[in-house]
């Protein structure tokens, strides 16, 4: 598919072992095979092959894949103090019991309280260790 025979011949990459010992030299010699043709066509060549492969794509082409929307990975919510933000949606689909992502990431700390109190300790004993700087609890 790369239309190097070359590589086939070269000592270097002649097992696993050997292309992983000269994985530099191997990286850049297909580097510059991969820069002749677009993505569009070596991933058509790939998929006749049946070689599962994928576009490496930058943040900004993510967001806009078809793929992303139609999974709904991509949320978004309302943040206490960022307003709204953009998070990543749960990425397990299940027909009869399907998650969702209903509200953002908490502040620093949010749910202390909540925590060390499903940890047993008293309200009194929260109070003292938030005093006393040793857990925090958020303003919200």
Avoid at 48 to 67: D, F, N, R, S
Avoid at 101 to 125: C, D, I, N
Wanted: proline letters at 8%.
């Amino acid at each position: 598919m790369l239309e190097a025979p070359e590589l086939l011949a070269d000592e270097r990459f002649r097992d696993n072992a050997s292309r992983m010992g000269n994985l530099r030299a191997l990286v850049e010699l297909i580097e510059l095979r991969f820069k002749r043709k677009p993505s569009s066509e070596w991933l058509a060549a790939l998929a006749t092959a049946g070689v599962p492969a994928g576009p490496v794509l930058g943040i900004a082409e993510m967001l806009k894949h078809p793929q992303v929307l139609a999974r709904d990975m991509v949320i978004e919510t309302q943040h206490p103090k960022a307003g709204k933000v953009r998070a990543l949606g749960c990425p397990i689909k299940l027909s009869e019991t399907p998650a969702c992502v209903s509200r953002p990431a908490p502040l620093f700390g949010q749910h202390t309280r909540e925590v060390l109190e499903e940890s047993g300790l008293t309200t009194a004993e929260i109070g003292v260790l938030i005093r006393n700087r040793a857990a925090i609890q958020s303003p919200v």
